[in-house]
């Protein structure tokens, strides 16, 4: 190669470089979830995706288990532009209309198809209701069916009465106030420490949750009642999506839709997976007995119906479209 020529090709990649360092755009992201979760995996692939898109123009550094932001602020944080993107329990924000907690309802999508046909439902109206907050949603990704995890064998709704229950949002609170129980707020990373003092002695929530939290070591049966399944949703400012080149947001939603085709492949092995190692560490999986699964469904029902009466349009919209 004649030596000019290779100067010259030398310099212009050497310009480019600088040129795309001092474009580049750091965004920092806060999800709520442990690294082992495999909601925090899919999202540092997303960003990684996303970084190799954009040849290092948009660089997203992930901040998990609420470590830069507490889960229940998130979402106000990309809203003000705190931070540009988050994660967050989609259902979190049910208080603001209950087209968000559709999918919290208990037993009215009990299957990774129903969940996927709620989702296509919901989907829409989530992303005007978000608008009108100058956000938007980028994906959401189901966890695995929820599941009971006591300390005891539970064989009717009447065994619940009086346990301190974890909670995380409005529709679990309500549905373990109307089977007796007691409930209290706590987060994911608290679930061990609230557990060993007896701040909460039973819960619902996915296998990947319990799994990962090591949940053999404070309580020793696992009913999987697939009561729901519910979702994580990641979303952007508008405006910080606004500002950002149309290749970069080209690159951002395709790296969206890799990452939720992924994650509900993810929720789906997590299932089995995760289950058989609650199993593996001592746990005993207990099948849930006609009776339960009676009386738990018969709260559905009468939350179903309480539901109906003061949920929004949109919300009832969201069923409508599902139920046809």
Known sequence: MNKTIGLTIAAGMLA??????????????????????????????????????????????????????KHGEIKNA?????????????????????????????????????????????????TELLAKQKLMPLYAVAWPPQGLYTTKEIKTVADLKGLKFR????????????????????????????FSTGQVEAMITSPSTGANGKAWDYVSYYTPINAWVPKNIVVVNKAAFDALDEATQTAVLEAAAAAETRGWEMSMKETDTQTAVLKENGMTIVEPSAELLQGLMDIGAQMQAEWQETASDEAKSIMATFSQ
Do not use: C
Not at 19 to 47: G, L
């Open 16 to 69: 480019a470089t600088l040129t795309n360092s001092a474009y580049a755009t750091d965004w920092d992201m806060p999800t709520p979830y442990p690294d082992a979760t495999f909601h925090t995996a899919n999202i540092v692939q997303f960003a990684d995706d996303i970084k190799a898109a954009t040849n290092g123009g948009l660089n997203i550094t992930v901040h998990s288990a609420g470590s830069l932001i």
């Open 167 to 194: 909670s995380y949002n409005a529709a679990l609170e309500k549905f373990a106030s109307l089977a007796g129980a007691a409930p209290t707020q706590v987060e994911v990373p608290d679930i061990p420490q609230a």
């Open 78 to 126: 990309v809203r003000g532009g705190q931070v540009p993107i988050g994660e967050f329990f989609l259902s979190l924000l049910t208080n603001e209309d209950a087209a968000y907690g559709v999918d919290s309802q208990p037993f009215i999508a009990t299957s990774y198809e129903d969940a996927k046909k709620l989702w296509d439902a919901q989907k829409p109206v989530i």
